[in-house]
Structure formats: C-alpha cells, structure tokens
C-alpha cells in the first residue's frame, strides 16, 4: 500500500473505516502479542520436551516437600542379585534369544509377534545393549577438556540449570537433581559373582574392580533423567511389537544418561552415566522431584503418567537439589487400581491400603504396594514378550491438552471425583486393551499419511 492510499490526518475516512492511529494500536497489539507468543515458543519450543510441558492446573497443584514423602520403615541397601531379572524360576528360559513359546508365536505369525515385530523388538535396544556401553564410567573422549580456560565455575543453581536445559536438548522429557543417598545404590552388584559398592574419601575418582567398586564422597549429586516412551506403540504390549516402544525408551536413557556425563566431563567434572544397574532408579527420581510412588511399583509423573523410562547421572558438579513433590497420585492410586485390574498376571495388588513384600525380590521397609515381580516376569515367559500393561493402563498417561489438564489438576486437590473420573477413563477406552487385529494391520498401514 502506498502512503497516498492512507488518510493524512489520521482520521477515519468513508473509504477505509480504521484509522492510521488505531490500526498503529492494532498492529502494535499484535505485535506485542507475537512478541508474547514468540519469547514463550523461544522458552519452550526446544527439545522432544516441548510435548511434555505441564498444564497450568498441573503445575499449580504440584507441592514441592522438605523430605521424602513416604514412611521408609527400616529398608537396607539393596542386593542386585536379588531383584525379579535373575530370580522368577523360567525366566532364564524367557532370557534367551527365542525361548520357545516367542519362536511358536513366530512360527505361527501372532500378530505382533512375527518376523518383522521381533525385528523391531530387538532393534530397537540397539543403542542400550550394543556394545561397548555407553554407560562408561570413564569419558568417551567425545568431550574435549579445555585446560588452558579450567573447568566450569559458577553457583549451584546456575548448573541446575544448565544441566536440566543440556538434558532436554538431549532428549529427556524431565529432569530433577537430588543429593546423593547411598541407601538407593546397590550393596552388591553382579549375580556370579557379588562385588561391594562403597562410598569412600580414599579415592577421588572412581575405581571399579571385580572385589570391589569404589565411588568418592564428592560425588553428591545425581541428576535424573525422565525418558519418554512412545504411548501409542505401548498399546500394543504385551507384544514384541509395543515392547519395542520399551527399546526405544532404554536405547533413550543411555544416550542422554551417555550425552549428559560427555557434557559434564566437558565442563570439567566427572560423571557416572547409569541405568537400572548401580542403583535404584524410582526412589532416586522421587528424591529429585520428579513424581510420585505408584501402586504398579513404578514412578508416576505429572505429565507422562507411568509411560517413561528413568536413567541417572551421578557427578561431583556442585548442583543444587531439587525438592520432592505431591500431585496426589498416591491418592488418585487407591481408588483406580486400573493397573492391578488389567495386570494379566495378577502380580498388582488390589489392596486400598499398602501391602507387605511379597518375594525376596522387594526391598523390604517403605511403606508402599508391593508388586508380585516373579509372578509378572512368569508372564513374560509363558506371553513370549515383556508386557508393559501396567504402564499403558494408567489413566495419567495422556496428551497433554486442557481437559486432561483439568481432570489432573482436580484429582490433585480432591478425591471426591475420583471414581467418576476412572469410569470416565474406562468409558473413553484409555489404555484398557490390547487389540491383536491392530497390530496385524500396523504394519499395512503407510508410516506418514502424506504417503497413504
Ligand atoms: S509388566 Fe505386565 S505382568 Fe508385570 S506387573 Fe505390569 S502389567 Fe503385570
Ligand atoms: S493405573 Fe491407577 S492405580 Fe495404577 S499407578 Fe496408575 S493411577 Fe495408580
């Protein structure tokens, strides 16, 4: 438009209805508001965690505590060899390649047990089960240490952040940081044979031998880290086909635990990437605020529900901790139950209130549900595949839009709607079944509608 076209005297004129002076307020507003929307997507638009944001109900209905949230009773580190992937009688059967009742599903072209899913399955662990591991106590050489500028100095709350901002363009979903408690590092690790871990001042890096593993006092902090695993391919466990959304989630948590440790050992620090080996990843991820015990024996986040994998970072990094938090999921807990009612193998207990442990594979003490894990890894032999539905059936698994924001945000603040809000969940068919013609028709079907 030329500026003869516009009305000189900033008047409204017959032929254009908005003046120069309203339409320089209008385009002002605009712009401040684009401005708005522009600094918020430059705060947020980074990283796969753009999808996993909070709600605002959400995050103003999480309470940020003092202390651990939950009654620890005497609990004593725990041993490795102990816990539910050695132990169940059969389940060294199922830990081999294709145990038989995965090759009769294959041989017989299950849906989402074939060729084509065990594929995908296996696959899909590649970055976790490769090796070398990434889980590498030393550096990777990737970082390149710079002595000549020294290593990074600034306050703890600066390098919570920093770290938390490298996580998520690593790919985390969530990330806390808590105080290292050598009560969630295993006593012993191995099966063969046990080797003692020991927190010590007598070395100042770690030392790892097959008598002992040693880890020095100044490493305090341990940064957790929240993996997102893929929700609709889960609605396809207990199948190879949606256990491979679980692969993806484990080959997720060694590379950010692997980036994250390069980055700090980049800044001059050290770092112990780790996974499920070394220490206990749910209390370690409460400690760090990053959600609550649920009654499947697994962490409930704000946003992702139960559909997540959790990896660590132990470091001498002066960081500060992050708080502990309550969204009122344990609540939430005792009245659905929807995870002990699909549970196919019964292993979930249906109790209102907390149960006694179960297997030598529980780590006696807190008071929590205890889980029946040798009943759920039997299932997983006798099904061919892992399973996962207790982590598909949990009704905070969901998008996040207003009106999951909402019913969230109003089971935090009352259980009074509880029941009427599993119902609805039911109604609505979240994460209730698994549907064998799906996974038949999963692999017809184009991977991007704009090749349909
Ligand atoms: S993984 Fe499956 S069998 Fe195991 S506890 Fe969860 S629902 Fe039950
Ligand atoms: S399914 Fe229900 S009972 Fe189970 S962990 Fe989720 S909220 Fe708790």
Known sequence: MSDSTLPKDGNTSASNPVSRRSFLAAAGAVAGAAGVLA?????????PASNYLPG?????????????????????????????FGNPPGYAEFKKDYPPTTMQKMQDKVPGFTLVDQALYNAAWTSYRGAPSLFSWEPLGVAKPVPQ????????????????????????????????NPLWFYATVGRDKETPIEF??????????PDLIQIPNSMQSVIVLIIPMDLQMMQFTPSALGSAAVGVGYSGMIEVASKLA????????????????????????????LGEQGRA?????????????????????PIAPDKPI??????????CKKCARECPAGAIPMDDEYNEPI??????????????????????????????????????????????????????????????FIKLDDLMGYGTYYDPDAAARFWKEAAWPTQG
């Open 359 to 420: 297997r030598v594979s529980n780590n006696p003490g807190p008071k929590k549900w205890y889980v029946d894990v040798w009943k759920c890894h039997c299932f997983w032999s006798t099904n061919g595949a892992p399973c996962g539905t207790c982590q598909r059936t949990c009704p905070y698994n969901k998008p996040q839009t207003w009106m999951h924001d909402l019913v969230k945000g109003m089971t935090a603040t009352t259980s009074i709607l509880d029941p009427v």
């Open 149 to 180: 500028i020294g290593r990074w100095e600034g306050t703890p709350e600066e390098a919570n952040i920093i770290i938390k901002k490298a996580a998520r363009i690593f790919g985390a979903a969530d990330a806390g940081v808590a105080r290292t």
């Open 297 to 317: 024996g697994i962490l409930v986040h704000p946003v992702l529900g139960t559909c997540l994998r959790i990896s660590k970072v132990l470091t001498d990094l």
């Open 262 to 289: 390069e980055f700090i050992r980049g800044l001059g620090y050290q770092a112990i990437p780790m996974g499920n080996d070394t220490s206990l990843s749910v209390p370690m991820a409460i400690e760090a605020g």
């Open 326 to 335: 309550r969204f009122g999921a344990q609540e939430f807990c005792k009245s």
């Open 200 to 209: 010590t001042d007598q070395v100042t890096s770690p030392v790892k031998t």
């Open 39 to 47: 600094a918020s997507q430059k705060a947020f638009a980074y990283g």
């Open 56 to 84: 605002s109900l959400v995050k103003s209905t999480i309470k940020r505590l003092d202390k651990f949230p939950y009654e620890l009773g005497g609990v004593q580190r725990f041993r490795e060899v102990l816990n539910a």
